[in-house]
């Protein structure tokens, strides 16, 4: 446990706003102009699906270039208009799994595709990470079928990249004995989010959740507008800071998952004051200081506008001493 001086300076640090995407529809993305395409003699993978270059699972570190290969494929996910030359990896998983498909540490705009062996589209991905290198959270592979892996880029863009492909270890948050619930409705396609949606449901007068006890369970995840328009779910909170002046918030979650402190509390200019990313089964925890009895703002909401269904995370704010010390385990712990 951080000791109260570093609370402070942590505080301190964080008081100026982030530039961080408060909302739940993917935003639009420009169509950039980026340097010819020229041949490359180092060319790593194969040009087309027919000479897709054979991997299996796990795939680590596979470094590669884009440059000097034609433009064969491109799919909405959800931009499209790319002219970008892309390269193809075959793989065949020898039983049923989830696998993640990971471009993390390209040094450009990629896009990411999966094909089954009928070439129908499995999952397709274009800007995960906040540089715009794409990975594919979840895709569920049959043993025995034929996949190809497309790694495309945005626009023109194109150049060097890394493919990581490997199963994930699974994460499941449980909620703790006694825990306060969301209550939030299913998130199923057509869905309005009239239900803590803060800021971004003027049309529900800016609905806020409430939480009020010391351990506190929500859902979120992604749906599909009535006009079939990818939306995220962000679940907007207000808490009252207890008389000690300050509160510790750890959480976790089973799908990555921003937890903001926002402020100014007007929807005209709220930004992020502090983050940290929560999940999946990885703790995280922010403290706050302020004005004891004030109202805090706190934004819950996945990393990315891509994704499929629902997931769980857990909250625990916790009132914080001067001489304090606790570790997550203890925290939760005290609810079980």
Known sequence: ???????????????????????????????????????????????????????????????????????????????????????????????????????????????????????????????????YVSKIELVELQGGVRYYVVIDGYGGDFGAYVLNIYIPSPCVVDCPAGAEFEGEPPLVDGYEDAFNGGCNSPEFGNPFGHITGWSFCGVSGWYLSADGSQFRDTDWYELTMPTQGFLEIWGDAEFPTYLFELGPQDCGSVAVIQNVIIGPCSEGTITIAGTPDSTVWLWVGPTTFDGDGEYDYVLFPWIVEATESRSWSGVKAMFD
Do not use: W
């Open 1 to 131: 446990m951080r000791s109260l001086l570093a609370m402070l300076l942590m505080t301190a640090v964080a008081g100026a706003a982030l530039a961080y995407d408060l909302g739940n529809q993917r935003p639009d993305k420009p169509l950039m102009t980026y340097p010819q395409n020229a041949p490359n003699p180092d060319r790593q993978g194969g040009d087309t699906i027919p000479d897709a270059v054979v991997v299996s699972i796990p795939v680590v570190d596979l470094a590669g270039t884009t440059a000097g290969y034609a433009d064969d494929y491109d799919e909405v996910c959800p931009y499209t208009q790319s002219t970008s030359p892309d390269v193809v990896y075959a793989l065949t998983p020898d039983f049923d799994t989830p696998a993640v498909i990971d471009l993390l540490g390209s040094t450009y705009d990629t896009k990411v595709y999966v094909y089954d062996e009928n070439l129908a589209l499995v999952a397709c991905n274009d800007d995960f990470y906040p540089d």
